[in-house]
């Protein structure tokens, strides 16, 4: 741990304020904290959403198949359906963010139980954050403000 002491003094240093192990686990969470909720609360609208419109086909369904309000609730349907599809992708896409930061922070690396160095935490953290970075800037001006 004390080469990768050395490597969290430096990002420390540059403005990370992170002066331990245990500070980036807390920078960890605060990541999480920043979107997830906001994530969770989209997919859970999305779902919603795509409840109500199928709801309101199954009552269309029972009159004619034929008529405009059956079409319009069929593509609604398939509207809401996507957009459930688009915040799950979302959702699982900053998940495995989070995932390969939480790898990074390990004291071995996970494909070969070898020790890792400074500058190897330092390369793949500062890769993965701003990975997480350019996620949050693609959906903040989706997320519902928490």
Same mark, same amino acid.
């Given at each position: 741990?004390?080469?990768? *002491?050395?490597?969290?003094?430096?990002?420390?240093?540059?403005?990370?304020?992170?002066?331990?192990?245990?500070?980036? +686990?807390?920078?960890?969470?605060?990541?999480?904290?920043?979107?997830?909720?906001?994530?969770?609360? #989209?997919?859970?609208?999305? /779902?919603?959403?795509?409840?109500?419109? $199928?709801? @309101?086909? @199954?009552?269309?369904?029972?009159?004619?198949?034929?008529?405009?309000?059956?079409?319009? *609730?069929?593509?609604?349907?398939?509207?809401?359906?996507? $957009?459930?599809?688009?915040? $799950?992708? @979302?959702?699982?896409?900053? /998940?495995?963010?989070?995932?390969?930061?939480?790898?990074?922070?390990?004291?071995?690396? %996970?494909?070969?139980?070898?020790?890792?160095?400074?500058?190897?935490?330092?390369? #793949?953290?500062?890769?993965?954050?701003?990975? %997480?970075?350019? +996620?949050?800037?693609?959906?903040?001006?989706?997320?519902?403000?928490?």
């Amino acid at each position: 741990m004390s080469d990768r *002491a050395k490597a969290l003094i430096q990002l420390a240093e540059k403005g990370w304020e992170c002066r331990s192990m245990p500070d980036f +686990f807390h920078l960890v969470h605060d990541i999480v904290q920043s979107y997830s909720l906001a994530l969770g609360q #989209r997919l859970k609208q999305a /779902r919603q959403e795509s409840q109500k419109a $199928e709801d @309101r086909l @199954r009552r269309h369904q029972e009159g004619d198949t034929r008529d405009e309000a059956y079409r319009e *609730a069929t593509q609604q349907v398939a509207v809401h359906h996507a $957009e459930v599809t688009q915040w $799950e992708a @979302r959702h699982q896409a900053y /998940r495995q963010q989070l995932e390969s930061l939480s790898l990074t922070l390990h004291p071995f690396a %996970i494909d070969d139980a070898a020790p890792q160095t400074s500058a190897q935490v330092e390369a #793949r953290l500062h890769a993965h954050v701003e990975a %997480i970075e350019a +996620f949050a800037e693609g959906v903040s001006d989706l997320l519902i403000p928490c």
